[in-house]
């Protein structure tokens, strides 16, 4: 019998009922905490399937984006998602014929490196000349391999 749930499955009696009496006795968290108004209108409009807008404020001193100040990820992000990427990512490899050019290592899973950074000069981001293919061993070892800025020498690593 396969016990994980699916779309449109439908749940045994037994199950229902296994977890009905294991329900017995148990006291929601919020039992007996008042709900302001606001909480119950939401609560009613969302009963009702109607949307309920926030006001997209967040508690004082609390702000979970950057507010677009120093947008750097999201332009790097569409860099890496697009088509033109993806056609230099294949134009390194073959280049490279698919081989660390660290190591030497051949096949596996390997990854196209930007030599100069692509935050700092993105105009660089599909100039084959700028890329070189490495394994991920090799890549990791990079002075900037996960956005960091290390001084460690890749000639004297091994994978």
């Known amino acids: 019998m396969n016990t ?55 508690k004082k001193g609390f702000s ?22 993806k056609i230099w990512r294949e134009k390194v490899f073959k280049r490279d014929n698919w081989t660390c050019q660290e190591c030497g290592q051949r096949g596996g899973k390997s990854h196209p490196h930007h030599l100069k950074r692509l935050s700092e000069y993105p105009e660089l981001c599909y100039v084959v000349s700028n890329g070189i293919t490495l394994c991920i061993s090799c890549h990791k070892l990079t002075d900037t391999y996960g956005n960091r800025n290390i001084n460690r020498s890749l000639r004297n690593a091994t994978c």
């Open 4 to 58: 994980r749930f699916q779309k449109g499955h439908t749940v045994p009696q037994k199950w229902r009922n296994a977890v009905s009496e294991a329900q017995q006795g148990h006291i929601p968290w919020n039992r007996g905490i008042p709900m302001s108004e606001t909480t119950k209108n939401k609560v009613s409009l969302s009963k009702k399937g109607k949307s309920v807008k926030h006001s997209g404020q967040f």
């Open 64 to 85: 979970p984006w950057n507010k677009g100040i120093g947008n750097k990820t999201s332009t790097i992000k569409k860099l890496r998602t697009s088509p033109k990427f």
